[in-house]
Nanobody, 126 residues
Framework: QVHLVESGGGSVQAGGSLRLSCSFN?????MAWFRQVPGNEREGVAA????????SYTDSVKGRFTISRDNAKNTLYLQMNSLKPEDTGTYYC??????????????????????WGQGTQVTVSS
């Protein structure tokens, strides 16, 4: 069974940066970062194909966040720059451990993933 463990969350002022990491202990295919604020549905933030060659972002983070992966280190990253208070939330790492094509249209949907981490909190103050 593949496990995902997030790290790197914390508190930062608006305009600051954080880098989230997600370590995994087995083979994964498509991967993504989601975030959730209490009372809201989980939102897809960024996704990446197995090789890292294709990425997707939700509109609100384009130009500020970068998703990447190092398969040799079994680690997924999310570099978050120019953080805003609305980026506050619990960030979850997600993976598909079954082979499926990478489709941009579904890459930020929860249904595309079958393995989830426990989450890491990000708080951005104004």
């Amino acid at each position: 069974q593949v496990h995902l463990v997030e790290s790197g969350g914390g508190s930062v002022q608006a305009g600051g940066s954080l880098r989230l990491s997600c370590s995994f202990n087995g083979y994964t295919y498509n991967m993504a970062w989601f975030r959730q604020v209490p009372g809201n549905e989980r939102e897809g933030v960024a996704a990446i194909s197995p090789s890292g060659g294709v990425t997707s972002y939700t509109d609100s983070v384009k130009g500020r966040f970068t998703i990447s992966r190092d398969n040799a280190k079994n680690t997924l990253y999310l570099q978050m720059n120019s953080l805003k208070p609305e980026d506050t939330g619990t960030y979850y790492c997600a993976a598909s451990i079954t082979s499926r094509p990478y489709y941009q249209i579904e890459s930020l949907r929860e249904s595309a993933y079958n393995t989830w981490g426990q989450g890491t909190q990000v708080t951005v103050s104004s």
